[in-house]
C-alpha cells in the first residue's frame, strides 16, 4: 500500500446521512489541538466544579471512575480475539458476520454503527484511524486514547503508518503489507491480532490477558507471555 492510500473493504455508506465535502459520514468535529470546549463540555465541567466545591464529590473520584471503565472495557474486546483465537467456527463467524456476533456475544457497538473486523496475518497488518475526527468501537475498547484523537495520529497514520508502529515498538518486515482502514461515524473497525507463539493449550481466559487495546486498534503486538 503507498502512504496515504486506503484499503477497500467493500463496505458502502448509508446515503441518508451527512456527509463531508469528500462524501464520508461525519456528525462531530472531533479533538483538535486548538478546540475550545463546546456547549456540553462547558456545562459538564461547571457542573464537576459544583459537586467538588459541594463535596458531593472528591476531585479525582470523576477520573478514578473513568480510568477503572477504562481498563475494564478493552476486555470486551479481548474476549472476542481470544475466542477467535481458539475457536476457528467463532473466527469465521466473526470475520463475515461481525455485527451480528459482537452483538450476540453481548456488546452493543455505538449509534448502532456497523462493524468490520479484519485479521492481521504474516502477509497483511491492518492499522486503524479516523482521519475525521475520533471515532472508535468504545463498547469493545472503551474510550479512546489522547493520541488516537490527535491531529498528529490521525495525519501520520495515513502518510508513514510504520514509522508510527514502529513507534509502538511494532516492527514489521518490509514484505508485510499495511492496510490503513478509515473509520466514521457510521463504521467502526475491531482488528485480530496475530496469535502469541507460545500458547498452545491456553485457555481463553489465558489469551485474553495477551490481548491489548493498542494491538486491536492495529498499532501494535499483543503481549508475549513472557511479558504477561
Not at 118 to 130: A, D, I, K
Not at 170 to 177: I, K
Amino acid at each position: 500500500m503507498s502512504k496515504g492510500e486506503f484499503y477497500d473493504t467493500g463496505w458502502r455508506p448509508n446515503d441518508d446521512v451527512h456527509r463531508d465535502e469528500d462524501g464520508r459520514p461525519h456528525d462531530h468535529p472531533g479533538v483538535q489541538e486548538d478546540a475550545v470546549l463546546g456547549v456540553r463540555a462547558s456545562r459538564a465541567l461547571a457542573m464537576h466544579e459544583l459537586l467538588v466545591e459541594k463535596g458531593v464529590i472528591n476531585d479525582g473520584e470523576v477520573d478514578e471512575a473513568i480510568s477503572r471503565w477504562s481498563e475494564r472495557v478493552p476486555s470486551n474486546g479481548a474476549t472476542l480475539v481470544a475466542k477467535a483465537w481458539s475457536d476457528p467456527e467463532f473466527r469465521t463467524r466473526l470475520l463475515e458476520h461481525p455485527k451480528e456476533t459482537v452483538v450476540e456475544s453481548g456488546f452493543v457497538p455505538e449509534h448502532n454503527a456497523d462493524i468490520i473486523v479484519l485479521e492481521n496475518t504474516s502477509q497483511v497488518q491492518h492499522m486503524v484511524v479516523c482521519t475525521l475526527c475520533s471515532c472508535y468501537p468504545t463498547a469493545l475498547l472503551g474510550p479512546p486514547p489522547d493520541w488516537y484523537k490527535s491531529f498528529s495520529y490521525r495525519s501520520r497514520a495515513v502518510t508513514e503508518p510504520r514509522k508510527v508502529m514502529s513507534e509502538f515498538g511494532l516492527e514489521l518486515e518490509h514484505d508485510v503489507e499495511v492496510r490503513v482502514v478509515d473509520s466514521n461515524s457510521e463504521l467502526r473497525f475491531l482488528v485480530i491480532p496475530r496469535r502469541p507463539e507460545g500458547t498452545e493449550g491456553w485457555s481463553e481466559a489465558q489469551l485474553a490477558t495477551l490481548v491489548t487495546r493498542d494491538s486491536m486498534i492495529g498499532v501494535a503486538a499483543p503481549l508475549t507471555p513472557g511479558r504477561v
